[in-house]
Nanobody
Framework: QVQLVESGGGLVQAGGSLRLSCAAS????????MGWYRQAPGKQRDLVAS???????NYRGSVQGRFTISRDNAKNEAYLQMTSLKPEDTAVYYC???????????WGKGTLVTVSS
């Protein structure tokens, strides 16, 4: 089992910045993809950004240029730097990871990001 703990959520005004962190622990093995999904009230959970162990990144179109995902493989941590935040970025952000041995993702419990207008 892999445990994920997110941190860094909170309330910020539009145009502000936040940095989310995700720390993986437990039976980690070789982590493959790490990333973030988000879910706004009444909406489905959508991919925000992901990063492979080699550093290849992928972003949702609406956050491209505003969000930056990174990871520290030695620490088994991933980060999401969010800038120029908009009210529509308000959601619960969930960290996920996959292992090389399986495509089944592990999920964190989520951290709430609220952007006020």
């Amino acid at each position: 089992q892999v445990q994920l703990v997110e941190s860094g959520g909170g309330l910020v005004q539009a145009g502000g910045s936040l940095r989310l962190s995700c720390a993986a622990s437990g039976s980690i093995g070789s982590l493959n993809v790490m990333g973030w999904y988000r879910q706004a009230p009444g909406k489905q959970r959508d991919l925000v950004a992901s990063i492979t162990s080699f550093g290849t990144t992928n972003y949702r179109g609406s956050v491209q240029g505003r969000f930056t995902i990174s990871r520290d493989n030695a620490k088994n941590e991933a980060y999401l730097q969010m800038t120029s935040l908009k009210p529509e970025d308000t959601a619960v952000y969930y960290c996920f990871v996959t292992q090389r041995s399986s495509a089944t993702p592990y999920w964190g419990k989520g951290t709430l990001v609220t952007v006020s207008s």
